[in-house]
């Protein structure tokens, strides 16, 4: 509903659809990188790192980030298939992006009236298109975290 609103609030193009989701995804980002560093924190690499005297950015940059990177990057891919689904899932409704530029969801609304006239492929192609990209980054998120536990 928040995609909604501020789009239907800024008008619909590529870079207000880009700052409508950055705006509603950051809370959910923020909140998992704080739950992450507040458990690497605690970690005993850290406790040995603060009893070598070393200051807060090494500890930040050569002890946390690292080990952080790995979720980070599953969470990442994860996202990128939700966005995949608004993104067509404003399409569908209207909010995409305009006319001239391709969008799968606003061809999925497009098609519609042909899936009663016969042909099923012409609104069914665009819609397994997105269902595969979502796919894709789920599996690369799936492969990305299977080598980030053999490290």
């Known amino acids: 509903v ?10 619909s193009s590529g870079i207000n659809i880009v700052i409508a989701i950055t705006f509603a995804s950051a809370p959910g980002i923020m909140r998992i990188v704080r739950g992450l560093v507040l458990d690497l924190r605690n970690r005993d690499y850290v406790a040995a790192a603060q009893t ?6 090494h500890i930040m940059l050569v002890e946390i ?19 995949t689904i608004t993104i067509g899932a404003l399409g569908f409704l209207g909010l995409g992006l305009p006319p ?16 009663t006239g016969g042909f099923p492929h012409m609104a069914i192609l665009p819609a397994f298109a997105v269902s595969l990209l979502v796919l894709g980054f789920n599996l690369l998120a799936d492969g990305l975290r299977e080598v980030s536990m053999r490290d």
């Open 2 to 11: 928040l995609y909604i609103l501020i789009i239907a609030t800024i008008g």
């Open 52 to 57: 070598r005297g070393e200051s807060s950015w």
């Open 65 to 83: 980030l690292p080990n952080a990177r790995g979720p980070l990057i599953v969470d990442f891919c994860l996202r990128m298939g939700y966005t």
């Open 100 to 115: 001239p530029d391709p969008d799968w969801g606003g061809m999925i609304t497009e098609t519609r009236a042909f899936v």
